[in-house]
């Protein structure tokens, strides 16, 4: 079966890949897995002050599909406020990649890691007083 | 041998066609006629108890008996021949089932009610973590040419292998237990397919 070459592409020149550091407070990190494959993904993204994303990064150790997918997925987040990373859908990854039936696990994968990275932001904060991001991005 | 007294089921019915004893659900000892095999366990396909602690000699010695009771080279062509390839087939998965200690946890688990690996996806604290991090350092390893590095990773996931397989063991022991136990048991199981895809890759 041939690939979509908008898998190939992502695949051979995937964008975002690397790390942010998960230590700091505007940056949030997912880690997910699919223990049918045991393909694991790390998706980051980091806000400024008005909660919009202004970098993803990811890693993916799983197949072509998967690496695609995170990819894909960070383009399309960045720019993008919480909220409305929250809007994308693995349906959608589907769509723009054209996976087929036996891959859609892996659009599913990316989408569980942005509501991860989201979900890890937000406890982060929470943790924090109002006001903490602000003065450490002061200093 | 006590093991064969402790692994194996009691006799099963006799034949439909000539009313003898047999000795395997699926071949009579007697007429050598076979007899279908749908819904029947891989446990009970090779008439032993269901444990997840088998004699895997005798595991070895009721699958040979019985293919050699069912196998196509003895049955034909037609519909006996048609069925014999059918249970045979049966029959070679059992055996692979069962002769895997992950697999057949994984098996024993679904007897028991699951929960299936298809709708629980959960896996141990820190798994997907420690995975990634050992994903990390052996691409590290492999791009900066160390021998010595990629040694201590591929060592810390046969460790990690090693302690998966026994946790799998000690709570496929214990089913059907409760529902911790058999969540606990998908978890590692689960778990357990991030270290086998690791080691199958290194």
Same mark, same amino acid.
């Given at each position: 079966m041939a690939y979509n070459d908008k898998i190939l592409d992502h695949y051979n020149n995937?964008?975002?890949?690397g790390t942010l550091d998960?230590?700091?407070?505007r940056v949030g990190t997912g880690i997910v897995g699919a223990p049918e494959c045991g393909d694991v993904m790390k998706l980051q993204i980091m806000i400024d002050d008005h909660e919009n994303i202004v970098d993803a990064k990811f890693k993916t150790f799983g197949c072509g599909s998967a690496i695609a997918s995170s990819s894909l997925a960070t383009e399309w987040i960045k720019g993008r406020t919480l909220d409305e990373a929250l809007e994308i859908k693995n349906t959608d990854i589907v769509r723009e990649l054209a996976l087929p039936p036996v891959k859609i696990h892996c659009s599913v994968l990316a989408e569980d890691a942005i509501k991860a990275a989201i979900t890890d932001l937000k406890a982060k904060r929470a943790a924090r007083p109002t006001g903490a991001v602000a003065a450490t991005a002061a200093k | 041998m006590p093991a064969q007294q402790q692994n194996q089921k009691s006799p099963p019915a006799k /034949?439909?066609? +000539?009313?003898q004893p047999m000795?395997?659900?699926?071949? /009579?000892?007697? +007429?050598h006629c076979l007899h279908p095999a749908d819904g029947s366990s891989h446990f009970e396909l090779l008439s032993?108890?269901?444990?997840?602690?088998?004699d895997l000699a005798l595991l070895r010695h009721q699958y040979l008996q019985v293919s050699r009771g069912i196998h196509p080279d003895y049955h034909g062509s037609g519909a006996e021949g048609d069925m014999s390839v059918h249970l045979s087939a049966q029959l070679n998965e059992a055996h692979r089932v069962l002769a895997d200690p992950v697999l057949r946890a994984e098996y024993l688990l679904e007897l028991h009610g699951g929960p299936a690996a298809t709708g629980d996806k959960s896996v141990l604290a820190g798994v997907l973590t420690d995975t990634l991090e050992l994903r990390e350092r052996i691409a590290d390893a492999k791009a900066g040419a160390d021998p010595a590095a990629l040694q201590e990773c591929h060592a810390q996931i046969e460790r990690r292998h090693a302690t998966a397989l026994a946790q799998i063991a000690t709570l496929a022991r214990q089913l059907p237990g409760a529902d911790e136990l058999r969540a606990r048991l998908r978890a590692t199981l689960n778990s357990m397919k991030y270290y086998q895809k690791l080691r199958a890759e290194l």
């Open positions: 995937p964008r975002n890949v998960r230590n700091s407070e | /034949c439909t066609a +000539c009313r000795s395997s659900p699926l071949f /009579c000892d007697n +007429c032993l108890t269901p444990t997840f602690d088998l």
